[in-house]
């Protein structure tokens, strides 16, 4: 059963998704301070961004925030980024969605998310400007 803060969580979510001009970006990242920085780099451009940091709980929200697009890191504990690709190119209610990888892994690492699925990457540390760019194509 779901806690009242969960739930609270995903009505407010629900509410979101009706404000159809709105850009809304997901962001799955496990390190709070870069997804934090992520999503104040958004706000200044007034997209609407949530934070998942457990991948456990992807499936939940991409269907209830049905995001424009998703910011995702490869190293995640406990769940492979690749997998997290697959797992949203295998759905056809979701195999749509951009998905920009945002990781501090090797560049060469980096270049199989976009063989896997991914549309564009992103290597860590980032460029504000290049992010803000890179969302902007993909939206």
């Given at each position: 059963m779901e806690s009242p803060k969960t739930d609270t969580r995903l009505e407010q979510l629900h509410i979101k998704t009706k404000?159809?001009?709105?850009?809304?970006?997901?962001?799955?990242?496990?390190?709070?301070?870069?997804?934090?920085?992520?999503?104040?780099?958004?706000?200044?451009?007034?997209?609407?961004?949530?934070?998942?940091?457990?991948i456990n709980d992807i499936g939940l929200v991409i269907g209830t925030y049905q995001p424009n697009i998703i910011t995702m890191d490869l190293d995640l504990p406990g769940f492979n980024?690749?997998?997290?690709?697959?797992?949203?190119?295998?759905?056809?209610?979701?195999?749509?969605?951009?998905?920009?990888?945002?990781?501090?892994?090797?560049?060469?690492?980096?270049?199989?998310?976009?063989?896997?699925g991914a549309n564009d990457l992103l290597q860590k540390p980032f460029d504000n400007a290049e992010l803000l760019k890179k969302i902007k194509q993909l939206t």
């Open positions: 404000e159809a001009d709105t850009i809304r970006v997901l962001i799955v990242e496990d390190d709070p301070g870069v997804a934090k920085a992520i999503q104040r780099i958004l706000k200044h451009i007034d997209y609407d961004s949530y934070i998942v940091y457990h980024g690749f997998d997290a690709i697959d797992f949203i190119r295998s759905a056809c209610e979701t195999n749509h969605i951009p998905i920009l990888v945002i990781s501090g892994l090797p560049l060469d690492e980096l270049k199989l998310s976009v063989i896997k």
